[in-house]
């Protein structure tokens, strides 16, 4: 039977190889092999698991009931291999909301560690980024909430980090950052970006006020929605224009001391109540021009707040941590 599992807003359907065999999906062996292969199967999978069943969709609802599929666990016993699957078919390298409800889930069949780390990898067919990407995920308790922290690594930053294309130099704070003209040709408001990459590309539009943060209702008007997923998403859906193999989008703003509020659109789904990487990379942005300092940095979101944890050494990021919580729908 399908899970379903909320991570502040973000749903997830998590189903076991076994499973998508049982419903007639031909899923090959091994969770390498299915992401090579992700295009002879994964479109099958987000109908089988992820649609309303006749007549069920809710009036105004998303189009799909969950925000992505996530297949796995491959193993028995940690490390785990996971593929994370986007309503459009394509699969993502990370999800910090994803990656909470698979411990989750793992902790309700009996498999996830009690204490220590445990290590996640998440298989992916993007050709520019390392497969899999690696996650330690650790059971912790942050004011009172049973949770789990996850390990992102070091964060890189710049156009580079990304692969994005064709983009400008803009300064912020006396800081670096870019000018994506795609971006700021929507609305003037959005000059000041910062990609950064944390296992998944993303592009932070760092804005001055909250009126001029997109709220999800606008981004989910027809001709904004279709410039946007112009912009994220990779071909066949959108353009690959800025970035070949798609971008996350955020936009934030600073509320106050190592505070930020943040709307988000991803990549293969759209706008999004929350996103744990999306999350972490708006932290990580923030801190690059001096909005933040580390620390621990709490991002809002619409379906709640992030707490992330920034770590520095010698004037750089040495590691960003993502704490997040996830409950059982059915």
């Given amino acids: 039977m ?5 991570a502040r807003g973000n749903i997830y ?12 999906i031909d899923l090959p ?3 390498n092999p299915s992401a090579q292969q992700r295009a002879d199967w994964t479109l099958a999978a987000i109908w089988a698991f992820c649609s309303w069943a006749p007549g069920a969709q809710p009036a105004g609802a998303k189009a799909h009931r ?18 994370i699957v986007n309503t459009d078919g394509t699969l993502a390298e990370r999800s910090g909301n994803g990656l909470t409800i698979f411990a989750q889930a793992l902790t309700e069949q009996g498999l996830m560690p009690a204490e220590g780390r445990c290590v996640l990898k998440v298989y992916h067919d993007k050709g520019d980024a390392v497969s899999p990407v690696e996650t330690s995920v650790t059971p912790a308790q942050v004011d009172g909430v049973q949770g789990f922290w ?3 690594g070091k964060p890189m930053f710049g156009p580079y980090a990304v692969g994005a294309q064709g983009v400008e130099s803009a300064i912020l704070n006396g800081r670096e950052v870019s000018h994506v003209r795609p971006l700021s040709e929507l609305d003037p408001a959005w000059t000041r970006s910062q990609f950064v990459r944390i296992g998944n590309p993303h592009c932070v539009t760092l804005v001055e006020q909250a009126a001029e943060l997109p709220s999800n209702e606008r981004m989910r008007e027809p001709r904004l929605s279709a410039d946007l997923t ?12 800025l970035c070949p193999a798609g971008v996350n989008l955020q936009w934030a703003m600073r509320e106050s001391e190592n505070r930020i509020a943040a709307r988000v659109f991803e990549r293969g789904e ?23 300092s580390a620390g621990a940095v709490a991002v809002v979101m619409p379906g709640g707040t992030a707490p992330v944890l920034l770590e520095e050494q010698d004037g750089e990021l040495s590691r960003v941590s993502l704490f997040g919580t996830a409950r059982l729908m059915l």
Avoid: K
């Fill in 150 to 152: 996850l390990d992102l």
């Fill in 2 to 6: 399908t899970s379903l599992f909320d």
């Fill in 270 to 292: 759209g706008p999004t109540a929350s996103s744990g990487t999306s999350a972490s990379a708006v932290a990580c942005a923030a801190w690059s021009v001096g909005w933040v």
């Fill in 230 to 241: 112009h912009i994220a998403f990779a071909p066949p859906t959108g353009a690959g224009e």
């Fill in 66 to 83: 969950s925000d992505g599929l996530l297949v796995g666990p491959f193993q028995a016993a940690p490390p785990f291999d996971l593929l």
């Fill in 13 to 24: 359907a998590v189903v076991s190889p076994h499973e998508l065999r049982q419903r007639g």
């Fill in 29 to 31: 062996e091994g969770a």
